[in-house]
């Protein structure tokens, strides 16, 4: 089999994994306090401690072993490693499906983020793509993860409405150990980049933060991540003061996440091409912008259906920040540094996971809940102008 098909081939079977690992990470998030609430002995405030917890537990084991994720997967095999992560992320699943009480529900949150499948399979799309074609393979891989994202949480509020939701956690887990069977099977190691010996070494953290391409880079992936979560915490306020007559509310929050995520997943290999035929660092400020204004415009608009316009180009754009930032940085790594580097921007990415709640925790007091959207807004436009003065991108250490 050719070099080119046999990419093609891993590159269809991770994007099929990527939706299916999706789907089981997000079925839980919309309804985490719910969810928690059934587990025995949890009252109703516990439930709300617990579910904040339990939010957190998965960022937890990410930012502890993203970086050495992407590091083993160039140093072991990329293969391997996602073996042992998909092993990992179904212990996990299974943890929380078969789950009597929120100890050992917890403990299979942690796991899910100590997996991290979301790095290998992000370090291993990317690099079985050839310089020519990253762009494209890094937006499908986007609209994968909306594609998981938009199914999960209407999967999980009906089951949990209707019945229950441990069948549909040990079904998903199910589902992606049979995945993880057929990748082993099918799946083939890209061949190992030997590195330069002459050329300097790759030194992880060190390298990224005193190079300040890189650094900017990195710093702009925490802002996104801190926007996007921030925005999580901050649409339900939104609506309920903005739009105080509305009823359903809750299912119109639910509908207006969905319309974002169906916005990014059709977006995203837009953004792809654009970027595997353009500059991605223009891609990714003219995003920042656009995710920006369609944040702030809300504390404008009077009609739900304007809201879902803003939400659809908000998703739109920001299908275009992640890949715009991973691929930007790949193209200034030599090959035998992208796990590693992947895994680095994930660890920067999770910390703006855990500052955008606080930030808005901590500005609850301060603001009303229409005018908490800023400071989102505010974040997104931070990003697009750190990245906005950058020196033209030059390899920082020699293939």
Same mark, same amino acid.
């Given at each position: 089999?050719?070099?080119? !098909?046999?990419?093609?081939?891993?590159?269809?079977?991770?994007?099929?994994?990527?939706?299916?690992?999706?789907?089981?990470?997000?079925?839980?998030?919309?309804? &985490?306090?719910?969810?928690?609430?059934?587990?025995?002995?949890?009252?109703?405030?516990?439930?709300?401690?617990?579910?904040?917890?339990?939010?957190?537990?998965?960022?937890?084991? &990410?930012?502890?072993?993203?970086?050495?994720?992407?590091?083993?997967?160039?140093?072991?095999?990329?293969?391997? &490693? !996602?073996?042992?992560? /998909?092993?990992?992320?179904?212990? $996990?699943?299974?943890?929380?499906?078969? $789950?009597?009480?929120?100890?050992?529900?917890?403990?299979?949150?942690?796991?899910?983020?100590?997996?991290?499948?979301?790095?290998?399979?992000?370090?291993?799309?990317?690099?079985?793509?050839?310089?020519?074609?990253?762009?494209?393979?890094?937006?499908?891989?986007?609209?994968?993860?909306?594609?998981?994202?938009?199914?999960?949480?209407?999967?999980?509020?009906?089951?949990?409405?209707?019945?229950?939701?441990?069948?549909?956690?040990?079904?998903?887990?199910?589902?992606?150990?049979?995945?993880?069977?057929?990748?082993?099977?099918? !799946?083939?190691? +890209?061949?190992?980049?030997?590195?330069?010996?002459?050329?300097?070494?790759?030194?992880?953290?060190?390298?990224?933060?005193?190079?300040?391409?890189?650094?900017?880079?990195?710093?702009?992936?925490?802002?996104?991540?801190?926007?996007?979560?921030?925005?999580?915490?901050?649409? %339900?306020?939104?609506?309920?003061?903005?739009?105080?007559?509305?009823?359903?509310?809750?299912?119109?929050?639910?509908?207006?996440?969905?319309?974002?995520?169906?916005?990014?997943?059709?977006?995203?290999?837009?953004?792809?091409?654009?970027?595997?035929?353009?500059? +991605?660092?223009?891609?990714?400020?003219? %995003?920042?912008?656009?995710?920006?204004?369609?944040?702030?415009?809300?504390?404008?608009?009077?009609?739900?259906?304007?809201?879902?316009?803003?939400?659809?180009?908000?998703?739109?754009?920001?299908?275009?920040?992640?890949?715009?930032?991973?691929?930007?940085?790949?193209?200034?790594?030599?090959?035998?540094?992208?796990?590693?580097?992947?895994? /680095?921007?994930?660890?920067?990415?999770?910390?703006?996971?855990?500052?955008?709640? !606080?930030?808005?925790?901590?500005?609850?007091?301060?603001?009303? +809940?229409?005018?908490?959207?800023?400071?989102?807004?505010?974040?997104?436009?931070?990003?697009?102008?750190?990245?906005?003065?950058? %020196?033209?991108?030059?390899?920082?250490?020699?293939?």
């Amino acid at each position: 089999m050719s070099a080119t !098909l046999s990419n093609s081939r891993n590159l269809v079977l991770l994007l099929i994994c990527q939706a299916v690992t999706t789907l089981g990470l997000m079925v839980l998030v919309p309804i &985490m306090p719910l969810y928690v609430a059934t587990l025995t002995e949890v009252g109703t405030v516990g439930a709300a401690r617990w579910s904040s917890l339990a939010l957190a537990a998965p960022a937890l084991g &990410m930012l502890c072993f993203a970086s050495y994720a992407g590091k083993w997967c160039d140093q072991f095999g990329y293969r391997r &490693m !996602l073996l042992v992560s /998909l092993t990992i992320f179904i212990t $996990s699943t299974l943890l929380m499906a078969l $789950s009597q009480n929120v100890y050992v529900f917890m403990l299979g949150r942690l796991l899910q983020g100590v997996s991290t499948i979301g790095v290998v399979l992000t370090a291993f799309i990317g690099y079985v793509s050839d310089e020519k074609s990253r762009g494209r393979s890094l937006g499908l891989q986007e609209s994968a993860i909306a594609c998981g994202a938009m199914a999960g949480p209407v999967l999980g509020g009906m089951m949990l409405d209707y019945w229950s939701l441990k069948p549909l956690l040990t079904a998903s887990a199910l589902l992606t150990g049979i995945a993880g069977m057929v990748l082993w099977s099918q !799946l083939s190691e +890209p061949p190992k980049t030997v590195p330069d010996p002459s050329a300097p070494r790759f030194a992880g953290l060190r390298t990224v933060l005193t190079d300040t391409n890189l650094r900017k880079w990195m710093f702009a992936a925490c802002l996104i991540q801190a926007a996007a979560f921030a925005l999580v915490n901050v649409f %339900a306020l939104y609506l309920t003061a903005h739009f105080p007559s509305a009823d359903a509310i809750a299912s119109k929050t639910g509908l207006l996440h969905a319309l974002g995520w169906f916005a990014a997943m059709l977006a995203s290999p837009l953004w792809g091409h654009l970027n595997d035929h353009g500059e +991605p660092r223009r891609h990714f400020m003219l %995003a920042a912008v656009g995710c920006a204004l369609s944040i702030g415009l809300l504390t404008v608009v009077n009609q739900i259906w304007l809201v879902a316009m803003l939400r659809v180009i908000q998703g739109a754009c920001y299908a275009a920040l992640a890949q715009s930032m991973l691929l930007a940085c790949s193209r200034q790594l030599p090959a035998f540094a992208y796990g590693h580097v992947t895994g /680095l921007s994930r660890s920067f990415m999770v910390v703006g996971q855990l500052l955008g709640p !606080l930030l808005i925790m901590v500005l609850i007091p301060l603001l009303d +809940p229409v005018n908490l959207v800023w400071p989102v807004a505010g974040l997104f436009l931070a990003a697009g102008l750190l990245v906005c003065r950058h %020196a033209t991108l030059a390899p920082c250490i020699k293939n």
